[in-house]
């Protein structure tokens, strides 16, 4: 499997009157194609920081990310913006959606935004939608769906462009506990079957279950990569 | 290009819009503006009060101004004499036939009449309103005498005939060949005079009054007196006399020529006159002074209600941003939005003040013309834009870094 995403000696500082506090301390990491990785850890230790920094919201202070091979930092903000909308996909905790679009609009955005819409694109997000379970929602607003549904759409919306890397923070924040499995678990299918590379940053453990990695970050700091399933199933249900 | 290039980067504006996005702006725009219609049409008609109340207080202006001005500004004549001393005003001002007939010597003039103004009444049969007119005394086929467009000229100095301006003959009824009674106070006494309608001229009403036009020495036995009546005749006293010259674009020289060849006078150009007409610039200085304020509210509210919304979408706006929605995409479909909202109220504040406007009595000072009009919509359409600027601040500093809650 090809490696998508990597990063090296990743940090990055905020000076807060005179106080230097590091949010992101030297973290190292990596995601192969296929693969569906958890970013996990306590408020505070810096998981949504590196998710910005690997979505090329934030700079890093020091270090490299480097997606498909492409430096991050080297990139004007322009040309950020550009690889955001070709290359990356999102799904975020709030304000995911767009209110004033359907459930097809939504999705059909990213499409739009790439200049890919056309009636192979329309066609393509008509199938997603339906094999996430929304075919009887396509007309509806987002104010019209449940929280699982908002979050399926907003999978729908991260995948339909094809990106190489899909970032998800917190997509199960706002879901009661068989909903946020439902959606997990229908993220996990679709990363593994499209063969792209995904990072869910979540502070629930037990969502980790349906990845291939997990990567704990403490103050700032990488605490542990694991990989084993075994370890990761007793990562995921530490009382069992 | 140095713009080009430079301002996209200091406003961090991402330009490129990609193959197919360009209409992107729009229907975002179009969405969003479609899916809240009802809070958006909301807007629209606080715009189109604005609009009316712009619309009104122009028309109010222009009505007002045009009831002080009206005859002065298409009396057919170049230059207005007045005596000297008298502060351009036409009721202090007294002129006599010497000075006349001294006007009249000057090479370069083409016409002269004579004006004199005062008030009177026409009185109607029992229970109907008089209304009160400008009594103007002309000279028949000289400067002064407005054209008229139903009936005839007057013919005669002395003769009880009448040209009545339009406004008289809508308030009235009165038509051409009719005989109507002037009533003026001679005295301490009220006297009455029948007069014919010789022919019925366009408006030309003179300080707020609709006019009433009769031969000068008509104009001289019928206008009030303080006191009983002398040889008036012998000696006409009128206030102001009318030049027309061979070349008008001649008047600030012959103005100058005409102050010097004959004493004690003062000449001016007719918009000098009607601006000078008492209480004409306090009156439009204090309607553009509401309408200005009434286009500042309207900054404010539209502005405000604008600053609101973005200020709600703030969350949204880092979303789109981060998904890579260009920021000047963002902008365009705001821009694109104001400008709708704001055409819109514009149209509708337009047309109901023109439906308002067909149930008022023409007896409301309210004229719409198009200049004003113009002017005023003008004026609308950019308040909306105007209004959005703050927003547009705050859209321009939404960062993407907002969708993951992390932005300053």
Not at chain 1, 92 to 113: A, R
Not at chain 1, 192 to 216: E, F, N, P, W
Not at chain 2, 200 to 222: A, C, K
Not at chain 2, 313 to 336: H, R, T
Request: glycine letters at 8%; aromatic letters at 6%; hydrophobic letters at 45%.
């Amino acid at each position: 499997m090809s490696t998508v995403l990597e990063t090296c000696a990743v940090s990055k500082t905020y000076k807060v009157e005179k106080n230097v506090i590091k949010a992101v301390d030297e973290v190292s990491l990596s995601v192969d194609a296929g693969e569906f990785v958890a970013l996990v850890g306590p408020s505070g230790s810096g998981k949504t920081t590196m998710l910005a920094m690997l979505a090329g919201l934030l700079s890093p202070t020091d270090g490299s990310i480097k997606i498909n091979g492409q430096e991050l930092a080297s990139m004007s903000e322009s040309k950020r913006s550009r690889f955001r909308r070709k290359k990356i996909g999102f799904t975020f905790q709030e304000s995911n959606l767009v209110p004033y679009l359907t459930v097809l609009e939504n999705v059909e955005l990213l499409l739009k935004l790439n200049g890919r819409l056309d009636r192979d694109g329309k066609q393509r997000v008509k199938d997603l939608l339906v094999t996430l379970g929304l075919d009887e929602h396509l007309h509806n607003l987002p104010s019209q769906l449940s929280g699982g549904q908002q979050q399926r759409v907003a999978i729908a919306r991260a995948l339909i462009h094809n990106p190489d890397i899909v970032l998800a923070d917190e997509p199960t924040a706002s879901l009661d506990t068989e909903r946020a499995y439902q959606v997990v678990e229908t993220f996990a299918n679709l990363i593994h079957s499209q063969q792209l590379a995904g990072i869910m940053v979540t502070h629930d453990l037990r969502m980790t279950r349906y990845v291939d990695k997990v990567i704990q970050m403490q103050d700032g700091q990488l605490k542990q990569i694991i990989q084993d399933k075994a370890e990761i199933s007793d990562f995921a249900n530490p009382q069992d | 290009m140095f713009i080009e290039r430079s301002l996209p980067r200091a406003l961090n504006l991402d330009l490129n819009f990609g193959k197919l996005s360009s209409p992107l702006f729009l229907h975002l725009a179009w969405k969003e503006l479609w899916r809240n219609k009802s809070r958006y049409f909301l807007i629209s008609l606080v715009v189109a009060l604005i609009t009316t109340l712009v619309l009104f207080i122009a028309g109010l202006a222009e009505g007002l101004g045009l009831g002080n001005r009206e005859y002065l500004q298409k009396l057919n004549a170049d230059l207005i004499l007045y005596q000297e001393g008298v502060d351009l005003s036409i009721p202090s001002s007294r002129l006599d036939h010497g000075k006349l007939n001294d006007v009249w010597r000057i090479p370069g003039v083409k016409a002269v009449g004579s004006l004199g103004f005062s008030n009177a009444a026409l009185v109607f049969g029992e229970g109907q309103e008089p209304l009160d007119i400008s009594l103007i005394g002309v000279d028949p086929g000289k400067p002064g005498e407005p054209p008229a467009v139903e009936g005839r000229q007057l013919s005669g100095k002395r003769d009880k005939e009448a040209i009545i301006g339009r406004n008289v003959a809508l308030q009235t009824g009165l038509k051409v060949g009719d005989n109507f009674t002037l009533k003026s106070i001679q005295g301490a006494q009220e006297e009455f005079f029948t007069l014919q309608v010789a022919g019925i001229s366009d408006g030309r009403q003179y300080s707020l009054q609709p006019s009433v036009f009769v031969p000068h020495l008509t104009w001289d036995r019928i206008k009030p007196k303080a006191a009983e009546p002398g040889d008036d005749a012998s000696d006409l006293i009128f206030n102001t006399i009318a030049v027309a010259l061979d070349d008008p674009a001649d008047w600030p020289v012959m103005a100058a020529m005409l102050e010097e060849r004959v004493s004690d006078v003062e000449a001016i150009d007719r918009q000098t006159a009607y601006e000078s007409t008492p209480g004409y610039q306090a009156q439009q200085s204090t309607l553009n002074t509401q309408r200005i304020f009434t286009l500042l509210i309207g900054v404010l509210v539209i502005g405000g209600f604008f600053q609101i919304q973005t200020l709600q979408k703030v969350a949204q706006i880092g979303m789109l941003k981060a998904i890579g929605v260009p920021s000047l995409a963002i902008i365009l479909a705001f821009i694109v939005q104001i400008v709708a909202i704001t055409i819109l109220g514009v149209a509708i504040g337009s047309v109901g003040t023109l439906l308002l406007s067909l149930s008022f009595p023409v007896t409301i000072p309210i004229v719409f013309t198009p200049q004003s009009n113009v002017a005023a919509i003008s004026s609308l359409l950019i308040i909306g834009p105007l209004g959005g600027l703050v927003s547009l601040r705050i859209l321009l500093k939404v960062e993407p870094l907002t969708a993951l809650g992390l932005a300053s």
